[in-house]
Protein backbone atom coordinates (compact mmCIF):
# COMPACT_ATOMS: atom_id res chain seq x y z
CA UNK A 1 0.00 0.00 0.00
CA UNK A 2 1.33 3.41 -1.04
CA UNK A 3 0.34 6.83 0.43
CA UNK A 4 0.73 9.56 -2.86
CA UNK A 5 0.66 13.19 -1.11
CA UNK A 6 0.92 16.33 -2.76
CA UNK A 7 3.34 18.76 -1.18
CA UNK A 8 1.82 21.56 -3.17
CA UNK A 9 -1.30 20.64 -0.92
CA UNK A 10 0.53 20.52 2.05
CA UNK A 11 2.30 23.73 1.62
CA UNK A 12 -0.62 25.18 1.27
CA UNK A 13 -1.97 23.62 4.64
CA UNK A 14 1.18 24.93 6.54
CA UNK A 15 0.57 28.34 5.16
CA UNK A 16 -2.86 27.98 6.10
CA UNK A 17 -2.38 26.39 9.94
CA UNK A 18 0.62 29.15 10.64
CA UNK A 19 -1.80 32.10 9.58
CA UNK A 20 -4.16 31.21 12.22
CA UNK A 21 -4.45 33.31 15.17
CA UNK A 22 -2.27 32.65 18.30
CA UNK A 23 -4.37 30.33 21.03
CA UNK A 24 -5.39 32.78 23.88
CA UNK A 25 -3.33 31.75 26.69
CA UNK A 26 -4.77 33.74 29.32
CA UNK A 27 -7.76 30.44 29.17
CA UNK A 28 -5.25 28.40 30.22
CA UNK A 29 -3.96 30.44 32.85
CA UNK A 30 -7.63 31.05 34.77
CA UNK A 31 -8.31 27.55 35.82
CA UNK A 32 -6.26 24.42 36.32
CA UNK A 33 -7.14 21.43 38.40
CA UNK A 34 -4.15 19.79 41.36
CA UNK A 35 -4.65 17.35 43.98
CA UNK A 36 -3.95 18.19 47.63
CA UNK A 37 -0.98 16.44 48.67
CA UNK A 38 -0.91 14.23 52.54
CA UNK A 39 0.43 17.69 53.62
CA UNK A 40 -1.94 19.72 52.37
CA UNK A 41 0.04 21.25 50.06
CA UNK A 42 -0.80 22.15 46.54
CA UNK A 43 1.37 23.45 43.72
CA UNK A 44 0.95 26.57 42.16
CA UNK A 45 1.33 26.04 38.51
CA UNK A 46 4.18 27.77 36.76
CA UNK A 47 2.59 29.81 34.48
CA UNK A 48 0.58 31.46 37.42
CA UNK A 49 3.63 31.91 39.56
CA UNK A 50 5.64 33.69 36.31
CA UNK A 51 2.12 36.03 35.82
CA UNK A 52 2.22 36.54 39.59
CA UNK A 53 6.24 37.61 40.09
CA UNK A 54 5.72 34.72 42.71
CA UNK A 55 9.28 33.42 43.66
CA UNK A 56 10.72 30.48 46.16
CA UNK A 57 10.52 32.45 49.02
CA UNK A 58 7.81 34.92 49.00
CA UNK A 59 5.34 35.28 51.22
CA UNK A 60 1.43 34.50 50.01
CA UNK A 61 -1.76 35.46 51.63
CA UNK A 62 -4.90 32.80 51.92
CA UNK A 63 -8.57 34.26 52.05
CA UNK A 64 -11.25 32.33 52.81
CA UNK A 65 -14.38 33.83 50.63
CA UNK A 66 -17.61 31.48 50.86
CA UNK A 67 -16.65 27.67 49.44
CA UNK A 68 -13.47 28.83 47.95
CA UNK A 69 -9.76 30.29 48.94
CA UNK A 70 -8.02 33.12 47.11
CA UNK A 71 -4.10 33.18 47.41
CA UNK A 72 -2.43 36.78 46.73
CA UNK A 73 1.37 37.08 46.91
CA UNK A 74 2.31 39.59 49.76
CA UNK A 75 4.68 42.33 47.41
CA UNK A 76 7.21 43.78 49.84
CA UNK A 77 8.84 46.68 49.27
CA UNK A 78 12.24 45.97 49.27
CA UNK A 79 14.11 47.15 51.99
CA UNK A 80 16.42 50.71 51.63
CA UNK A 81 19.03 49.50 54.20
CA UNK A 82 22.55 49.53 52.95
CA UNK A 83 21.64 50.93 49.43
CA UNK A 84 23.99 53.76 49.96
CA UNK A 85 27.13 51.88 52.02
CA UNK A 86 30.51 52.57 50.04
CA UNK A 87 29.45 55.95 48.93
CA UNK A 88 31.64 57.45 52.55
CA UNK A 89 28.73 59.17 53.28
CA UNK A 90 29.22 58.35 57.24
CA UNK A 91 32.42 59.99 56.92
CA UNK A 92 31.61 63.06 55.51
CA UNK A 93 28.62 63.27 58.44
CA UNK A 94 31.34 62.81 60.92
CA UNK A 95 33.73 65.63 59.56
CA UNK A 96 30.75 67.63 58.84
CA UNK A 97 29.89 67.24 62.92
CA UNK A 98 33.60 67.81 63.66
CA UNK A 99 33.40 71.31 62.24
CA UNK A 100 30.41 72.31 63.75
CA UNK A 101 31.86 71.39 67.26
CA UNK A 102 34.86 73.63 66.74
CA UNK A 103 32.95 76.45 66.09
Do not use: C
Not at 33 to 45: A, L, M
Not at 74 to 87: E, Q, R, Y
Amino acid sequence: MSIHVNLGDFGELVHRWQALPSPDLSVILYSMTYRVGPKGQVVIPKSMRDKLGIIPGDEVVFVLEEHAVRMEPIHVKPSLLGTLAGFGLTAELEADRRKETYR
